[in-house]
Nanobody
Framework: QVQVVESGGGLVQAGGSLRLSCTAS????????MGWFRQAPGKEREGVSC????????YYADSVKGRFTISRDNAKNTLSLQMNSLKPEDTAMYYC???????????????????WGQGTQVTVSS
């Protein structure tokens, strides 16, 4: 069956960096656009970034543009999110998601994704 597993979360001070990873198994990774979402306590889930199937197109929420970088390695079925200059408002549970056969021309909404991971917690202290 399909499994999507995130890792790399943790506690970091404001201004620091973290790198999140996501490994997907049980699917043909290259056929899936991939995305990162986050949800803070009491807030709605929001799209952070997404990347096209081949990795050539990437999109970011305005709140993370210039600080976060999404990338993928289709040979290793992995997705990454490099997060720099972290702020306390970046604190949230971060989720990886896979969208089958989607063409990515903008930040895909959550409803377009077929598979989700369980999340990894990122906490940024001030």
């Amino acid at each position: 069956q399909v499994q999507v597993v995130e890792s790399g979360g943790g506690l970091v001070q404001a201004g620091g960096s973290l790198r999140l990873s996501c490994t997907a198994s049980g699917l043909s990774f290259g056929y899936y656009a991939m995305g990162w979402f986050r949800q803070a306590p009491g807030k709605e889930r929001e799209g952070v970034s997404c990347i096209s199937r081949g990795g050539g197109r990437t999109y970011y929420a305005d709140s993370v543009k210039g600080r976060f970088t999404i990338s993928r390695d289709n040979a290793k079925n992995t997705l990454s999110l490099q997060m720099n200059s972290l702020k306390p408002e970046d604190t949230a549970m971060y989720y990886c998601a896979a969208a089958y056969n989607e063409d990515v021309w903008y930040l895909l909404p959550a409803g377009r994704y077929n598979y989700w991971g369980q999340g990894t917690q990122v906490t940024v202290s001030s």
